[in-house]
Structure formats: structure tokens, C-alpha cells
């Protein structure tokens, strides 16, 4: 009974696109997770004084080293 099971071609096949598709989802799920940590840490960073920004919001720009804009200078 079990040896019909696994000499099954669709068995196989079933087995093949869990495996496949469990890599791609832990692919998907790191992505994910490294981009909530580096976005956090840059707004961690910027709360801190350690960046310097301009403008607010979706309009926020990173400052490069030593570029100053007075206006709107984020501390």
C-alpha cells in the first residue's frame, strides 16, 4: 500500500512543488524582513540626530555629508 503511494508519479510531483515552493516563500518572508529592519533603522537613525534630512513626510531626502539646508533642517 505505502510503496504505491511513493512510486506514484503525482506523489512525487506534489512533493516537488511543496519543496519548491516552501523555498520561495522563506525567499519572499527574508525579503520582506529585511526591508521592515533597514527601514527601521534609518528612521531610528534619523530620530537620533546620526542623518540629517530635508522636507517631511513622502518627501523626506537623505542630506549628504556636510550639505546644510537651513530651511528645513531636521535635527
Request: without cysteine; glycine residues 14%; aromatic residues 28%.
Given at each position: 500500500m505505502i510503496y504505491d503511494i511513493l512510486s506514484n508519479e503525482t506523489t512525487w510531483?506534489?512533493?516537488?512543488?511543496?519543496?519548491l515552493f516552501t523555498f520561495v516563500g522563506r525567499y519572499m518572508a527574508f525579503r520582506d524582513a529585511v526591508e521592515d529592519v533597514v527601514g527601521a533603522t534609518i528612521d531610528q537613525l534619523i530620530a537620533d540626530g546620526y542623518l540629517k534630512t530635508k522636507g517631511e513626510g513622502d518627501e523626506m531626502e537623505l542630506l549628504k555629508h556636510g550639505e546644510n539646508d537651513d530651511k528645513t533642517l531636521r535635527d
Open positions: 510531483w506534489l512533493f516537488g512543488t511543496a519543496i
